[in-house]
């Protein structure tokens, strides 16, 4: 992924920053509790596309990223 795309992209749902998974080719929203896919390195930034953080793959990334946004 450019660095200089990852740093303008939010999420489309909370307007939030993202977090680039580079082994799951995901960009998170923590805010949203969101995945959104990496394809053909394309970001697919459709929350119909995105699939939902489990609680354990959340806590994991909180606790990673203290400085994101918590999630309602």
């Known amino acids: 992924m450019d660095k200089r795309l990852l740093e303008i992209l939010v999420c489309p ?3 939030g920053p993202l977090i680039y998974q580079s082994g799951a080719k ?5 805010s949203a509790r969101l ?3 990496i394809r053909d390195d394309i970001p ?5 596309d995105a699939r939902v953080l489990t609680d354990t793959e959340y806590e994991t ?3 990673a990223h203290p400085a994101e946004p918590i999630a309602p």
């Open 13 to 15: 749902v909370t307007k």
């Open 26 to 30: 995901e960009l998170i929203s923590l």
């Open 35 to 37: 995945a959104y896919p």
């Open 44 to 48: 697919i930034m459709l929350e119909t």
């Open 61 to 63: 990334l909180r606790k």
